[in-house]
């Protein structure tokens, strides 16, 4: 999103700078709101992170703390898939897999549903305009889930993590 998606006002994109804090969007999309109310928030967030913090969404319920999470679902923890792969030549636990190599994962929308607030599965490109429009238009906490391949495609402007990591600190400078 920092590389792809232009931001024109600052502080409106709000990251964790890549310091590998899985699960810190569910929690700091809420943070972002009650900081900001008058704003719409969209979090983009991982199936791992979600995972790893689905609580906010009991905290957006109980609160009624309007944010929309869009969890792109790809069935691994795809950077560390990415980097153990590189590194290891494997994907020992980060790719999630049936015994069969079907892949699985929770049901992100049916665990929004449990929370008490809206969740939403969108399984093709064209659902999730309609999908996002009605989240922010409910002025809810809302949950969409989108299934995507766990396939990088690089663009320009490309940030590779994998050649981050093969270079020295006094490279980066």
């Known amino acids: 999103v920092g590389q792809q ?14 310091l590998c804090t899985m699960g810190y969007g569910p929690s700091a999309a809420l943070g972002v709101k009650l900081a900001r109310p008058d704003r719409k928030v969209v979090a983009l967030i991982g199936d791992g992170a979600m995972g790893a913090n689905p609580s906010p969404m009991a905290t957006a319920a109980q609160y009624d703390i309007p944010v929309v999470w869009v969890v792109m679902n790809n069935a691994a923890f795809g950077t560390i898939a990415l980097l153990e792969k590189s590194h290891y030549d494997t994907m020992f636990g980060t ?18 549903n449990a929370y008490g607030i809206k969740g939403v599965r969108v399984s093709k490109a064209d659902e999730f305009k309609k999908a996002l429009k009605e989240a ?10 989108v299934y995507m391949e766990n396939a990088p495609v690089p663009t320009d402007g490309v940030w590779d993590i994998n050649n981050i990591y093969k270079k020295r600190p006094s490279e980066f400078f």
Do not use: H, M, Q, R
């Not at 999630?96 to 992100?108: A, C, I």
């Not at 922010?136 to 949950?143: A, F, G, Q």
């Open 95 to 112: 790719v999630f897999e049936k015994p069969t190599g079907e892949p699985y994962s929770p049901d992100f929308a049916a665990i929004a």
């Open 5 to 18: 998606f232009p931001i024109y006002v600052p502080g409106t994109f709000i990251t964790p700078g890549g």
């Open 136 to 145: 922010l238009d409910s002025n809810k906490p809302c949950l969409i889930e």
